[in-house]
């Protein structure tokens, strides 16, 4: 299973926004992960659909768009419209989720969902075929640079046994106190797509952070 990196723009310097998208390819960056937060799925307000244009222009890196908003389908259209290639909503701001995934899908968009720490990955079992991504949060969404939630380990190991049992291909990505103490373990879990925000953009030289945790995820790691 290939390894992708995809760091989130939530901690990227938006007066200089170019250069560090600029740094995140140098680094060999494989998707653009950008956060929608509405200020009431949970505590904090960032972008909407004039960033993800903006971000289409600067890059043609896949924008991983995660929707941390309540009533998501709102904005699938605007979003699409705008470049997004994935969309992911939470299960848990979702009560029609199928119908909401095939919305996406129809749209162009990869369609992924999302699940708090609290919520079990079974509540995705129905909608398995429906989903191109399944994004186990391991922090509680609202904020970049939390800490890790260790119990997140095992459920991400139970996601991955669902999605085989399944016979499913879909992305299975980790998103939250990524960095490189706790890659691997998400990686031998199962996780084939990792979300860093604060990792890549606090580092000293941001491509080069990117190398290192894409090195992290090997067995010799
Ligand atoms: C958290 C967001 C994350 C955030 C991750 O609510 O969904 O994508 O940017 O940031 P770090 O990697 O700093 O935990
Ligand atoms: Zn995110």
Same mark, same amino acid.
């Given at each position: ?13 938006? /007066? ?28 904090? $307000? ?9 971000? =289409? =222009? ?28 994935? &969309?992911?909503?939470? *299960? ?7 119908? *909401? ?6 749209? /162009? ?14 509540? &995705? ?5 429906? &989903?191109?991504?399944? $994004? ?26 669902? $999605? ?5 291909? @879909? ?7 990524? @960095? =490189? ?34 090195? =992290?995820?090997?067995? *010799?790691?």
């Amino acid at each position: 299973m290939s390894v992708r990196i995809a760091p989130s723009v939530l901690s990227a310097d938006f /007066g200089r926004l170019a250069d560090d998208v600029a740094r995140c390819e140098a680094g060999g960056a494989d998707w653009i992960h950008v956060d929608v937060m509405d200020g009431q799925f949970v505590p904090n $307000l960032t972008f909407g659909a004039k960033v993800i244009d903006t971000l =289409r =222009r600067l890059t043609k890196l896949p924008l991983d768009v995660h929707l941390m908003v309540v009533e998501p389908e709102k904005y699938f259209d605007s979003f699409a419209g705008a470049g997004a290639n994935v &969309l992911t909503i939470h *299960q848990e701001a979702a009560p029609h989720l199928h119908r *909401q995934l095939h919305r996406i899908r129809e749209l /162009g968009c990869r369609a992924g969902a999302a699940i708090n720490p609290s919520t079990p990955v079974e509540s &995705l079992r129905d909608v398995i075929v429906d &989903l191109d991504l399944l $994004l186990v949060m391991t922090v509680n969404p609202g904020f970049g640079g939390q800490k890790f939630i260790e119990g997140t380990v095992s459920k991400i190991a139970r996601a991955k046994q669902m $999605l085989m049992a399944a016979g499913s291909s @879909a992305t299975l990505e980790v998103d939250g106190g990524i @960095a =490189r103490d706790t890659i691997t373990r998400c990686w031998r879990a199962g996780a084939d797509t990792f979300v860093a925000g604060n990792a890549v953009f606090s580092a000293p030289d941001a491509a080069a952070e990117i190398r290192e945790l894409r090195a =992290r995820c090997s067995e *010799q790691a």
